[in-house]
């Protein structure tokens, strides 16, 4: 999903289970239409190519757990990412993940990225 345009023409098989396909999780088809919105605000704007920083932290105490399926998200798109190790015990507000690079390249990803770490984590 690039553009709000792309949202509009995308069509779901009639006859599958109510879960994403890898391809679809890839191409950010399970983004929240907001993000979707955003890109396009930020395309017009000329900055949708900007470096921007993104911190996934934790609202209660908890183990890590789900960074491999993370960076299968963000791998190899020239991000800097800092992350805490599988099965390290986190606080609350401390920051899981951190993230640094063009919007562009994994703003999309947050809402699948904070399912992902959240139904991981403990």
Do not use: W
């Not at 299968?72 to 401390?94: C, M, T």
């Amino acid at each position: 999903m690039d553009c709000f345009a792309d949202v509009q023409s995308y069509s779901v098989e009639t006859k599958r289970l109510h879960s994403a396909t890898h391809d679809e999780i890839l191409h950010g088809c399970t983004t929240d239409v907001y993000f979707v919105k955003t890109r396009d605000v930020l395309r017009s704007a000329g900055v949708l190519s900007s470096p921007v920083t993104a911190e996934i932290f934790a609202r209660k105490n908890g183990i890590f757990a789900g960074l491999d399926e993370a960076m299968e998200i963000l791998g190899g798109k020239g991000l800097e990412i800092d992350a805490l190790r599988e099965g390290d015990n986190f606080k609350p507000k401390e920051v899981l993940i951190r993230i640094a690079g063009p919007y562009e390249a994994f703003g999309m990803y947050e809402t699948v990225l904070l399912g992902m770490i959240a139904s991981a984590s403990a």
